[in-house]
């Protein structure tokens, strides 16, 4: 454990900072979750909604420091792709 007064406090701001990293990896993963179930059912009319509340996260996200940019982009082009794929095949 650390014994210095400026050690305990970094010991304190890692903490705060780890607990508020893995809460927003958490909510980051749980509304890719939700896209993803959304796709696999595919249901057109949810799928918009969920589509941007995931682009709005993945977009804080990168903001937040949990995700590279280049890395946010790549998931929204290809959960595109896959929206537009279910779009697409009710139409046809």
Do not use: F, P, W
């Amino acid at each position: 454990m650390a014994n210095h007064v400026s050690s305990l406090k970094r010991a304190r701001q890692t903490e705060t900072k780890t607990t508020i990293n893995r809460a927003n990896k958490s909510k980051l993963r749980g509304t890719l979750r939700t896209l993803r179930e959304a796709i696999a059912k595919g249901d057109a009319k949810t799928i918009g909604d969920v589509y941007r509340s995931t682009v709005s996260v993945l977009d804080k996200s990168v903001q937040k420091g949990v995700l590279h940019k280049n890395t946010a982009s790549r998931y929204k082009s290809r959960l595109n792709a896959r929206v537009k794929a279910v779009a697409t095949a009710k139409a046809a």
